[in-house]
């Protein structure tokens, strides 16, 4: 029964580091736009050998990027809600918020890799200019200088925070959230113990 006593050790033990992070202010931030009313998560339950109270398929953890999501199937064209948001000025980053089905995201796979490339196709695409050739330039550096993105499926009640390391410009979804169901108006979050991280 090793695995009911991680589940037991789950449902007080809490991910402290990522609430510390612009990736936890943007998945409150766009938890706020997109799931008005709702209760927010306090902090995110740790997930340990892939067991937690609550985590489950379509969700995953790899221990080098983090979350993930398997879907059953992937669609082009699809249009989701999407919030830019930008933190600094003279080296801004960027962070998007977006809101739609995931399969949106163009793969069936949904890992840390595939959702960064998506959110950086998304920026690109809301700031290129098809009438302003000068927009190109500002477009790619915006795309760039994402960092951190929030993806939450309001139908399926899961989502996935993806955010790149400024040094290494490694990639990681440090959380997955599951709402709605029977839990109601109730979000919650799960996050993967971190390994070695630069210093922010």
């Known amino acids: 029964m090793v695995g009911m006593e991680a589940v037991r050790e789950s449902r007080t033990e809490f991910v402290v580091d990522v609430t510390r992070r612009p990736i936890w202010r943007l998945l409150l931030r766009g938890l706020g736009v997109y799931l008005p009313g709702w209760d927010l998560p306090a902090g995110a339950v740790r997930v340990r050998g892939g067991v937690a109270d609550g985590f489950g398929p379509p969700a995953y953890v790899d221990e080098a990027t983090g979350f993930g999501i398997q879907l059953r199937d992937r669609r082009r064209g699809l249009e989701p809600d999407r919030e830019i948001y930008v933190r600094g000025r003279e080296n801004p980053s960027f962070g998007l ?22 959110a950086r196709r998304l920026t690109f695409e809301e700031l290129f200019d098809t ?30 925070c993806v955010e ?32 070695v991280r630069s210093n922010r």
């Not at 109601?184 to 390994?195: F, I, K």
Request: proline share 5%; hydrophobic share 50%; net charge positive.
């Open 164 to 195: 790149a390391d400024p040094v290494t410009r490694a990639v990681t979804c440090p959380l997955y959230v599951r709402f709605g169901g029977s839990a109601g108006r109730t979000v919650r979050a799960y996050g993967v113990a971190e390994r």
């Open 97 to 118: 918020v977006v809101a739609g089905p995931a399969a949106a995201i163009g793969s069936r796979v949904v890992d840390a890799h595939a959702l960064m490339r998506f």
């Open 131 to 160: 009438g302003e050739a000068d927009s190109v330039p500002y477009a790619v550096r915006g795309a760039r200088a994402v960092e951190n993105a929030v993806f939450l499926d309001r139908e399926a009640g899961i989502g996935l």
